[in-house]
């Protein structure tokens, strides 16, 4: 029950597979401990930034130019709408989505349309969106990880690493299985340092 993962095609995203008290009976003890410590570890120096932020608050302009952008799961039904959206929106920032449980040829697709998009002008970034299997099967994560960044590397300047870590519908339960996910990427990043690797 706690490895069940489910795709929704037509909301593109997983589902929520379990009720509430399901997720609570199988999330693992430790599970809260780490936000909570951290947030009691930084939470003066937070406060602090804040209060000096909010002194600068609204006193000057703040340019929103290349901080909005659009994130994109360019599949071939979709690929011809999405085209003609970002035609009407100029060369605003995009997020190309990278789905582990989808197939090489969709990877390949999307790998294609990154470097479309890039010499289109776009600043492009890349998502590697994890599932259960990525967590249950290592070795499959790792193949997906080293198919998609070759083919992206030239054309983004950001890979994001993982998605939405605190939703476990997202196949993730706690912060080491997601630990277990990025550890393949430092090698990547080693490789690629003009690239920012981040995580959701």
Not at 59 to 69: C, D, F, H, K, P
Not at 99 to 113: I, N, R
Not at 170 to 192: C, N, Q, T, V
Request: hydrophobic content about 45%.
């Amino acid at each position: 029950e706690k490895d069940m993962w489910i795709w929704d095609e037509r909301s593109g995203q997983a589902l929520s597979a379990l009720r509430p008290r399901d997720r609570v009976r199988h999330a693992p003890l430790g599970r809260g401990v780490r936000p909570v410590w951290s947030t009691l570890r930084h939470a003066f120096p937070c406060w602090r930034e804040y209060r000096r932020l909010l002194r600068q608050a609204y006193a000057q302009e703040v340019s929103l130019r290349g901080r909005v952008g659009v994130a994109v799961t360019p599949t071939a039904k979709a690929l011809d709408r999405i085209e003609g959206l970002l035609s009407d929106l100029g060369p605003v920032p995009l997020l190309v989505r990278f789905y582990h449980h989808e197939s090489e040829g969709a990877w390949t697709q999307a790998s294609a349309m990154v470097q479309r998009w890039h010499e289109q002008g776009h600043p492009v970034a890349a998502a590697l969106i994890q599932d259960r299997k990525a967590v249950l099967d290592p070795s499959s994560w790792r193949r997906f990880v080293e198919f998609v960044l070759p083919r992206v590397a030239p054309w983004v300047d950001t890979i994001e690493i993982g998605h939405a870590i605190n939703r476990v519908k997202w196949g993730l339960w706690d912060f080491p299985e997601y630990a277990r996910l990025a550890a393949p990427l430092a090698d990547w990043i080693r490789r690629y340092p003009g690239i920012v690797f981040t995580g959701p």
